[in-house]
């Protein structure tokens, strides 16, 4: 039971009219019709979120583990050459100083990492992302089926 609007009471709001379903006057141009309203799905999309968090955290930790094997090494070459000169000049073999060694081995710790990535990436995270797209699609396909029904 709605209450008369009065004015000068702070308890009462003005009534709401609904604007008209016709135009008012003939020179008036139509109202745009109302977008279509989407409805909600009966069951929830095979892909869910919690699959996409997964994955992005499962790359997160792949690319920081393989930037800071690369980073952490080149980083800890820069140390040594900077505080520990006497060791980086040092010879491990008869004219090899260690400070060239190390700079050497730069290079196969960088192919580790990009090893160590290419194989976490095919082990633990094509599976998850091919699991995804599969869901994507058979989630696809059904609402395409849907539409075709007419439902």
Request: overall charge positive.
């Amino acid at each position: 039971m709605s209450t008369p609007y009065d004015p000068y009471s702070p308890h009462s709001s003005p009534p709401r009219h609904s604007p008209p379903q016709y135009a008012t006057y003939p020179w008036q141009p139509s109202a745009p019709p109302e977008p279509p309203r989407h409805r909600v799905p009966d069951h929830p999309p095979l892909g869910h979120h919690s699959d996409l968090r997964v994955l992005r955290s499962a790359y997160r930790w792949q690319r920081r583990t393989a930037t800071l094997t690369a980073l952490g090494y080149f980083t800890l070459f820069l140390l040594l050459s900077a505080c520990a000169p006497g060791f980086m000049t040092s010879t491990v073999t008869d004219g090899l100083p260690a400070g060239l060694l190390l700079a050497l081995l730069q290079l196969p710790v960088t192919w580790l990492a990009i090893g160590l990535y290419e194989y976490t990436a095919r082990r633990y995270l094509d599976p998850i992302a091919d699991r995804i797209r599969k869901e994507a699609a058979v989630d696809a396909k059904r609402e395409a089926g849907k539409r075709g029904t007419g439902r």
